[in-house]
Nanobody, 121 residues
């Protein structure tokens, strides 16, 4: 239903910055929100930040003040600007889309394949 193109992960030193991109597209669906989640080794997947089609944003506590989520509707792309990165931010970051299937009015949730972010100390 939804196709993702994620990019921007990599290796960065403590205090550095990275920008993740997620281009999400789908046929016969309305995407309502796009979010970034992350999963570190041995830990549960957790929300990082979310943005609605209207531009409303929500951040997890660990991201507030350091990360900024934004979107370019013309490109159907959501960005996650990550500043002041710490080793604890090391994880696989996943793009997530939630919305409604037009033909059935059922909600859906889809995940991208993830991109690795590694912060060295």
């Amino acid at each position: 239903q939804v196709q993702f193109v994620e990019s921007g992960g990599g290796l960065v030193q403590t205090g550095g910055s990275l920008r993740l991109s997620c281009a999400a597209s789908g046929s016969a669906v309305n995407i309502n929100t796009i979010a970034w989640y992350r999963q570190a080794p041995g830990k549960q997947r957790e929300l990082v930040a979310e943005i609605s089609m209207g531009g409303s944003t929500m951040y997890a506590g660990h991201a507030k003040g350091r990360f900024t989520i934004s979107r370019d509707n013309a490109k159907n792309t959501v960005y996650l600007q990550m500043n002041s990165l710490k080793p604890d931010d090391t994880a696989v970051y996943y793009c997530n889309a939630k919305g409604v299937v037009l033909s059935t009015a059922r909600t859906f949730e889809s995940w991208g394949q993830g991109t690795q972010v590694t912060v060295s100390s």
